[in-house]
């Protein structure tokens, strides 16, 4: 079970918009920066946002993130068929001495 | 480009030591802005954070696998490594290199390898 709780699927038709959230609690997301990562079928993840809410160079302004409190949401508006995918939050967990990383279980993003 | 390739036995058997290489081409290791890690996802499920080492030899690790994992690194061939050991069919994943960037805040993986499948059987 993972430390970060994301929602299993969503789905969403082309051109609309969708939210992924990621819960977590005060050991980690509430007081570490949470990052996105999109992992395309049979790849490697690829950093989507990190800080929160900042973007990677060439990552498109169609991908935006938040944080509020222990909870994180990716959003991803103008939906394409390349956009399914499975999504990952991740951040830093502070609950023991050394600390860890840790990430969510996962959504998938079905392109309706 | 920073390109990362894992290498190592795409077959180990159960209880013994699961050992993988990274390979890091297009910058250096000893870079003071990074540190260089493992993930690792079974198939079919999510990703699990392993550990992370940076050009000093200063490490992190999970606390459900530190008694059976060591990550080094060797500044002068640009590789780190990772051995895990008394390894379980629970071990079978595909195995990826990352890095970890300190140029900016909270734990986020910018470059990662493609990955490589470790399946634990006799």
């Known amino acids: 079970q993972s430390v970060l709780t994301q929602p299993p699927s969503v789905s969403a038709a082309p051109g609309q918009k969708v939210t992924i959230s990621c819960s977590g609690s005060?050991?980690?997301?509430?007081?570490?920066?949470v990052s996105w990562y999109q992992q395309l079928p049979g790849t490697a993840p690829k950093l989507l946002i990190y800080?929160?809410?900042k973007r990677p160079s060439g990552i498109p302004d169609r991908f935006s993130g938040s944080k509020s409190g222990t909870s994180a949401t990716l959003g991803i508006t103008g939906l394409q068929t390349g956009d399914e995918a499975d999504y990952y939050c991740?951040?830093?967990?502070?609950?023991?001495?050394?600390?860890?990383?840790?990430f969510g279980g996962g959504t998938k993003l079905t392109v309706l | 480009q920073l390109q990362l390739q894992e290498s190592g036995p795409g077959l180990v058997k159960p209880s013994e030591t699961l050992s993988l290489t990274c390979t890091v081409s297009?910058?250096?290791?000893?870079?003071?802005?990074?540190?260089w890690g493992w993930i690792r996802q079974p198939p079919g499920k999510g990703l699990e954070w392993i550990g992370s080492i940076y050009y000093s030899g200063s490490t992190y690790y999970n606390p459900s696998l530190k008694s059976r994992v060591t990550i080094s690194v060797d500044t002068s061939k640009n590789q780190f490594s990772l051995k895990l050991s008394s390894v379980t069919a629970a071990d079978t994943a595909v195995y990826y290199c990352a890095r970890r960037s300190l140029l900016w805040f909270g734990e986020l993986w910018d470059y990662w390898g493609q990955g490589t499948l470790v399946t634990v059987s006799s």
């Open positions: 800080e929160n809410n």
């Open positions: 297009g910058g250096s290791i000893s870079s003071s802005s990074y540190y």
């Open positions: 991740g951040t830093w967990d502070s609950s023991l001495s050394a600390g860890q990383g840790v």
């Open positions: 005060s050991s980690n997301i509430g007081n570490n920066y």
